[in-house]
């Protein structure tokens, strides 16, 4: 990473300390919906979540007997994994990281989760450039990201057809692009539209 890109990232996520700063849980205490919904009946693994933020969907996870590590840069967001995962007694392995550098692994995980994890294009395709080699075989990707029809904004939040590519090789199980009400927490409440995702990883 560049000097230039360290001090960009470094306010990125003093924004990201600064909401999670605020009393309560930015995006609730509950998991995200789709997570919930795309996840049942899955058999519990090792588990990998980008951008965890607060610690909703990785103590969630946990809860259901993943072994997880969530990876976000904000220290705030840690605290607050922590304090989430020790109200429901379960244990979250926290990496603070930058998404910019981060290392998936290799035939390291049986699910990645990436849920609102938002990050400019260049990180964004630079991680999942990696999914394919860093998941095991048969494991899953559960993804589900804001689409914004603005094409200001399409770097930030692509639509299906590009994450579709993004995350080439993984074979598609459901993709949908679609406008729907969020109810999760202060900041994700309301119409939106998002793109959510399953795919695997086949032998
Ligand atoms: C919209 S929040 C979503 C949080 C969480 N996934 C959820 O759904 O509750 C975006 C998260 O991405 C994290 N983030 C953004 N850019 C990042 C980067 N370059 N490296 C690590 N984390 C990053 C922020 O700190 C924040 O926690």
């Not at 999670?20 to 090792?46: I, K, Q, T």
């Not at 007694?89 to 926290?94: A, D, I, L, M």
């Not at 804001?146 to 993984?170: F, H, M, N, Q, W």
């Not at 009400?181 to 119409?191: C, V």
Request: glycine residues 8%; negative net charge.
């Amino acid at each position: 990473m560049t000097k230039e890109q360290m001090k960009k990232n470094s306010a990125v996520s003093s924004y990201w300390d600064a909401r999670f700063s605020e009393a309560g849980y930015a995006y609730g205490e509950e998991p995200n919906v789709f997570l919930r919904a795309s996840c049942e009946g899955m058999a519990p693994g090792d588990a990998l979540s980008l951008c965890e933020g607060e610690g909703r969907n990785a103590v969630y996870l946990a809860r259901l007997g993943f072994r997880v590590t969530a990876v976000d840069f904000s220290p705030v967001g840690l605290q607050k994994t922590k304090a989430l995962a020790a109200r429901h007694g379960v244990e979250v392995n926290y990496l603070l990281a930058d998404m910019a550098d981060f290392d998936l692994g290799c035939a390291r995980w049986d699910l990645v989760v990436s849920i609102f994890a938002q990050p400019p294009s260049a990180i964004r395709q630079r991680l999942y450039r990696q999914l394919e080699q860093s998941l095991r075989p048969n494991g899953a990707l559960i993804l589900e990201t804001k689409a914004d029809v603005d094409a200001t904004s399409e770097d930030r939040y692509p639509g299906l057809a590009i994450l579709r590519e993004e995350i080439a090789p993984l074979s598609l199980s459901f993709g949908e692009e679609k406008e729907h009400q969020l109810n999760e927490g202060p900041y994700h409440s309301g119409l939106q539209r998002t793109v959510q995702i399953v795919a695997y990883k086949r032998t």
